[in-house]
């Protein structure tokens, strides 16, 4: 039903079977959070908290809690994982890419909405990235960590 790459599934050195899914699902739901807070076309969070005389009517209070909660796991998960200097590092490298992609012709940020759509999408890219760099780091060097030790205090 669903295509090998998203069911592909890896062996862990203790045997465990991982599936390949969940790379996939953390990157639909940060751009789904990036682009469903904020984007060009005016279908977003905060134009529906906006649009109303009273912020507190109806569910919006419950959304702006929702959405509240979302931003600090999101943020979280990047200082965690990433801390200052790496989500720094890798705002560079989206900001880069942005500028390759300027550079070809292929957008033009000089123009609101491809600006918007590349600044809305790389938050997404960098919450994605968040998510799963203590993953891709014990890809590559095979050691796993996510906080600091007391020696490292």
């Given at each position: 039903?669903?295509?090998s790459?998203?069911t592909?599934?890896?062996t ?9 899914l ?5 990157l ?5 959070l ?8 005016g279908?977003?969070?905060i ?5 109303v ?11 702006i ?6 931003w ?17 590092v ?37 919450i ?7 993953i891709?780091?014990k ?6 960590t996510t906080?600091?030790?007391s020696?490292?205090?």
């Amino acid at each position: 039903m669903l295509p090998s790459v998203l069911t592909k599934t890896s062996t862990t050195k203790s045997g465990k079977k991982v599936t390949h899914l969940a790379w996939w699902v953390t990157l639909v739901l940060s751009l789904a959070l990036a682009l469903g807070t904020w984007n060009p076309t005016g279908h977003h969070f905060i134009h529906y908290i906006s649009s109303v005389d009273d912020i507190f009517s109806g569910f919006r209070p419950f959304g702006i809690l929702i959405m509240l909660a979302l931003w600090l796991l999101a943020i979280k998960s990047i200082f965690q994982s990433l801390g200052f200097f790496g989500a720094i590092v890798v705002t560079i490298i989206i900001g880069a890419f942005i500028w390759g992609l300027q550079q070809y012709g292929i957008i033009n940020v000089t123009e609101f909405e491809q600006a918007g759509w590349a600044a809305t999408i790389g938050i997404g890219l960098l919450i994605w990235f968040g998510l799963n760099a203590s993953i891709i780091w014990k890809k590559l060097t095979g050691v796993y960590t996510t906080d600091a030790t007391s020696e490292d205090i």
